[in-house]
């Protein structure tokens, strides 16, 4: 018998088809085992991960966008303000792929993402009521007075309380469900009560250093992030293969969806095929009819037919 602890995950339901979370998440996303649904975010599992910084890449583009980002701002030109967000939210998550979903592995997601990341930055800042609570936070940060302790900095209690109340009014306005409803949709189709809460995970996550203990606790509690974790059981489940990259997924009595572990792809569990070309068991993606197996390189179509490596069907 190994030592190895007993591993644990957060308790969780998921929103969309009531299941509850039986696997430890590899990531602070949440997916769940049984339809392959954005579920929770998982703050304890994202502390574990320190945020890499982005790099010099991401820093010289950051800076060679300031001028134009600024000029379409003074132009009130949302479209270029939005396609300049774009271009830096595709450089960050490139740079930083530990501090987005796991899924942006998968390009067509990654472009669905940074699409919606890019539209909720233009509101925010052609919003006038987002950019009066915008402004509402920035005083009250300027405002903090800090102590040291150690080697740490510490923000003064009562004034980060204020901190706290303006980014709460803030993301409980631009994460609203009427401000959501006019934007790209969540390409994981989250309600807009996860997406909030995916956005304050951010603000946690960063402040939570530079606070005392008591501050720390007050902030867990008020944001839903003091959460509650389970031992995980021994579940079984068959084994299949990503038909995408070839990775492990595990297959849950009932399930019928999952994120894969590997490339980020959402499968259908119950669109199988055994490769004609090498054998293997092989899981389709959520609207795909045909791909190339990662084994064999095989292209194969629903019905199980390999293609040449050329491309087009056998004849």
């Not at 040291?148 to 706290?164: K, L, Q």
């Not at 867990?220 to 021994?234: E, H, K």
């Amino acid at each position: 018998m190994s030592g190895a602890p007993t591993p644990r995950f957060l308790a969780s339901r998921c929103p969309g088809c009531g299941a509850a979370k039986t696997r430890p998440s590899p990531t602070a996303y949440v997916y769940c085992d049984f339809c392959g649904s954005l579920a929770d975010y998982d703050f304890r599992k994202a502390c574990e991960q320190p945020r890499s910084l982005p790099g010099p890449v991401y820093e010289a583009l950051v800076a060679r966008l300031k001028a134009p980002l600024a000029a379409a701002y003074e132009a009130g030109d949302a479209v270029a303000y939005t396609t300049l967000q774009a271009s830096l939210l595709d450089a960050w998550v490139e740079a930083c792929p530990h501090a987005v979903p796991p899924r942006c592995a998968d390009p067509g997601f990654r472009r669905e993402y940074v699409a919606q990341m890019a539209a909720s930055a233009a509101f925010s800042a052609f919003d006038e009521r987002a950019r009066t609570l915008a402004a509402a936070t920035d005083a009250a940060v300027a405002s903090l007075t800090w102590k040291t302790r150690g080697n740490r900095a510490i923000a003064d209690p009562a004034r980060f309380a204020a901190v706290a109340d303006a980014v709460l009014a803030q993301q409980a306005y631009v994460q609203s469900a009427e401000v959501l409803a006019t934007l790209p949709p969540s390409p994981d189709n989250a309600p807009p009560h996860l997406q909030q809460r995916l956005a304050l995970a951010m603000f946690v996550q960063g402040w939570l250093p530079y606070l005392d203990d008591a501050s720390a606790a007050a902030l867990l509690a008020r944001t839903g992030f003091a959460q509650n974790y389970v031992t995980a059981d021994v579940v079984d489940g068959t084994h299949a293969n990503c038909g995408h990259c070839a990775a492990d997924v595990v297959l849950l009595p009932g399930a019928t969806r999952a994120v894969c572990d590997g490339c980020g792809r959402r499968l259908k569990l119950d669109a199988a095929i055994d490769c004609r070309g090498c054998g293997h068991d092989l899981r389709f993606g959520d609207g795909d009819d045909s791909m190339t197996c990662p084994y064999c390189r095989a292209r194969v179509e629903r019905i199980g037919i390999p293609w040449p490596s050329s491309g087009g069907p056998a004849g």
